[in-house]
């Protein structure tokens, strides 16, 4: 069993590239993850996991992420991608993550929707939700986008 991260940062990107999987690279470096190892994970943010702003991670590390991702090579199309975190005065919270042909704040409005729905499921009362998301619009080169809470210790 890994560690239980005691850390979170929620992020946020947009890129462009010659594929879609160089765009989505892009996206990530925009972010400031793109030189970690993403492991994903689902939605739940640990206990006693502190918010922090800037993240301070060696590039390689393998890092737990819960994130949302959308790449599109289709001229003239809008893509969007959304994360939320739910931040509870119990012991954990939950983090929800969205992508979609969308704008930002559908997106966005999306993520709170689903935090809330969760967060009322479990009975637990919602202290806080903090929310990234990123939108654009596919040009000549393909594009994406990512939206990420990154867990770290």
């Given at each position: ?5 005691k ?5 946020a990107?947009s ?18 993850i793109g030189?970690?190892?993403?492991i ?12 922090v ?9 393998l ?18 991608a ?26 966005e ?5 689903m ?8 009975g ?18 393909p594009g ?10």
């Amino acid at each position: 069993m890994l560690p239980t991260p005691k850390k979170v940062t929620v992020v946020a990107g947009s890129g462009e590239g010659d594929h879609k999987l160089t765009a989505f690279d892009n996206a990530l470096l925009a972010a400031g993850i793109g030189n970690l190892n993403l492991i994903k994970v689902s939605s739940i943010l640990p206990p006693e996991c502190e918010l922090v702003e800037r993240l301070d991670i060696p590039p390689g590390s393998l890092t737990p992420t819960a994130y949302g991702a959308l790449a599109s090579d289709v001229k003239g199309d809008r893509i969007a991608a959304a994360v939320a975190v739910g931040f509870s005065d119990r012991d954990y919270g939950t983090i929800m993550e969205f992508s979609g042909h969308c704008t930002r704040e559908e997106a966005e409005q999306k993520v709170r929707a689903m935090v809330e729905e969760a967060f009322r499921r479990r009975g637990m009362a919602l202290r806080d939700v903090r929310v990234a998301a990123a939108e654009m619009v596919v040009g000549d080169r393909p594009g994406a986008v990512v939206a990420a809470a990154v867990l770290w210790y």
